[in-house]
């Protein structure tokens, strides 16, 4: 095996373990394809965690926001507005220089019995910083797609709810946030998808690769810049998205199989992509 | 702009704004915004036919018509659209200009990848290093219009394709009794009927498009991104305006911008579908 050394000093280069300095001569298609591929943790660690927080906030606030209440209802729905109705790029902007407008010491956070400085600095690096950009326009798109899941339940089952006497607690439980779940796991799918996809805007935007290690793209750019072949870089980076896109599907199909479990078979509704494209 | 920008240091706050605001950088700052109005104007109807040709295909009878079809039109559901933004832009530099360096140049047998250099003569170069700067913007400006209409085309054929098949089969099968041939089904039944069902999928598009267009940035291109860093930085005494890092300030109202437009995108689309009478 000639490419054993390469993935010993490159394979985790993107969290900064392993060999300092990238290839800058002679690149083999096993340097691409090893530090490539290392950047792939960057997207999935920015998927998987913006993703599964962004999950629970975003059926939080669709919850309140179907409920109405007077001012909290309205905030969310402006939330949504606003990250909904502008460019993620521009969004990564925004907060960057926001992030590096606060004082640089960190802010002191006055519990009552003790007092937390918060790192600010924290925010301007991407693992946090955009991290934190990722999740607000995840949880902003997956709320609106819950709130019109929401809308959509059939009165009758919420009636049959509280004429068993059900609880709130366990209406929202076992009717309401199932059904939900149900009717909007295709979208949800698609949502899935694109955010995964969006992560590889994370070091395009403002957000600096601190000692060159980046994400996919990042690294996919560099071999196209030092090589001036992008035959190479970009179909790689290309077959390790379709990859992991395909496994996000089959997660999520495998979820739905959950979520469909006491329709018969023949019913049991397969989700396929969707051709309207709600991000 | 007015007479009295002469000595920006002397005016009072509001003086000051209205004579920064109106300097010459802004002027191409906002000259920037209409490009990125025309690039959505052009690439929205070209998109769509470039969509709705795939549609077709995909259901032709060619098999490998189908097959490169069906791949283009499934390759944005995989791959993020900006690997494509950076991508199609140097590949068609570099097909074009290996193309004219093979008819212009043949005497140079050396291939044109030497190491890690792409090398052509200097007469097969596009454009030419001695054009003018404003070919060099066009030139530019055709590549980026030209990777968001395979990106967006290949969005449209997936919503196209949807809504040719939702057109009812038994519609299809009455025009086949009829006697009429593949273009007349495609022409008097499938296309007059497609867009109800193909609507509500091309309104979540062109949102789409318009929240993509701040990628131009990425493909070296002086859009409002480049000039709200340009101009937003901090600059120094030696200025005329000196001023901090405003950046923030122009990157908010960039947002702004683009809420604007994606409202007024909704609200006018909602319209639309009100009118031919279409389920939101």
């Known amino acids: ?279 | 702009m007015f007479e009295f920008c002469s000595d920006p240091s002397t005016l009072s706050t509001f003086d000051w704004f209205s004579c920064y605001l109106t300097n010459g950088k802004h002027i191409q700052f906002y000259k920037s915004f209409g490009l990125i109005i025309l690039l959505l104007v052009l690439t929205a109807p070209l998109a769509l036919m470039l969509g709705l040709a795939a549609a077709v295909a995909i259901k032709s009878n060619f098999f490998l018509l189908r097959l490169i079809s069906k791949t283009y039109a499934n390759i944005v559901r995989g791959i993020p659209d900006i690997i494509f933004f950076l991508f199609i832009p140097i590949t068609i530099d570099q097909l074009i200009e290996f193309t004219r360096h093979k008819i212009k140049c043949p005497e140079i047998i050396d291939s044109v990848w030497q190491g890690n250099d792409f090398i052509v003569c200097s007469v097969a170069k596009l454009p030419l290093s001695s054009s003018p700067q404003w070919i060099h913007d066009m030139y530019g400006f055709s590549l980026a219009i030209l990777s968001f209409t395979i990106v967006y085309g290949a969005f449209a054929a997936n919503t196209f394709h949807g809504a040719i098949n939702s057109v009812p089969r038994s519609q299809i099968d009455t025009g086949k009794a009829f006697g009429m041939n593949k273009k007349q089904i495609y022409f008097s039944i499938i296309f007059p009927q497609m867009w109800r069902y193909a609507l509500p999928g091309l309104s979540n598009l062109w949102m789409l498009l318009i929240k993509s267009t701040p990628l131009l940035f990425l493909l070296g291109i002086q859009d409002i991104v480049f000039w709200a860093r340009e101009i937003g930085g901090s600059k120094t005494s030696i200025f005329q305006y000196p001023h901090p890092d405003w950046r923030v300030w122009y990157f908010l109202s960039l947002l702004v911008f683009y809420l604007l437009l994606t409202k007024i995108s909704e609200i006018a689309l909602n319209r639309v579908s009100k009118k031919l009478y279409l389920p939101i």
């Open chain 1, 1 to 279: 095996m000639i490419c054993e050394s390469t993935i010993e000093l490159y394979s985790l280069r993107s969290l900064g373990i392993g060999e300092k300095l990238l290839p800058k001569s002679d690149i083999t298609l096993c340097d691409q394809f090893v530090l490539i591929g290392s950047g792939i943790i960057w997207n999935m660690y920015f998927c998987i965690i913006a993703l599964s927080l962004g999950f629970i906030f975003a059926i939080s606030t669709a919850i309140i926001r179907n409920n109405k209440y007077p001012f909290i209802s309205k905030a969310i729905e402006i939330y949504v507005f606003v990250f909904r109705g502008s460019p993620l790029f521009i969004q990564f902007f925004c907060a960057y220089e926001l992030f590096v407008l606060f004082p640089k010491i960190g802010i002191d956070i006055n519990l009552i019995f003790t007092t937390v400085t918060f790192q600010t600095g924290w925010l301007t690096k991407a693992w946090l910083g955009a991290l934190f950009v990722l999740f607000l326009n995840t949880t902003a798109y997956s709320s609106e797609i819950f709130y019109g899941a929401l809308k959509s339940i059939p009165k009758q089952d919420i009636d049959a709810a509280n004429a068993f006497g059900l609880s709130n607690l366990r209406k929202y439980k076992k009717i309401i946030i199932p059904t939900m779940l149900r009717n909007s796991w295709a979208s949800y799918t698609n949502e899935a998808i694109f955010l995964f996809h969006a992560t590889t805007l994370v070091f395009f935007s403002s957000f600096p690769a601190w000692s060159q290690s980046g994400d996919a793209l990042y690294y996919a750019s560099y071999f196209a810049d030092k090589t001036f072949n992008p035959f190479i870089p970009y179909p790689i980076i290309a077959a390790y998205f379709i990859f992991i896109t395909l496994l996000i599907i089959l997660i999520f199909k495998i979820i739905n199989v959950y979520f469909n479990k006491h329709l018969p078979r023949e019913r049991k509704s397969s989700i396929r992509f969707l051709s309207n494209y709600m991000r």
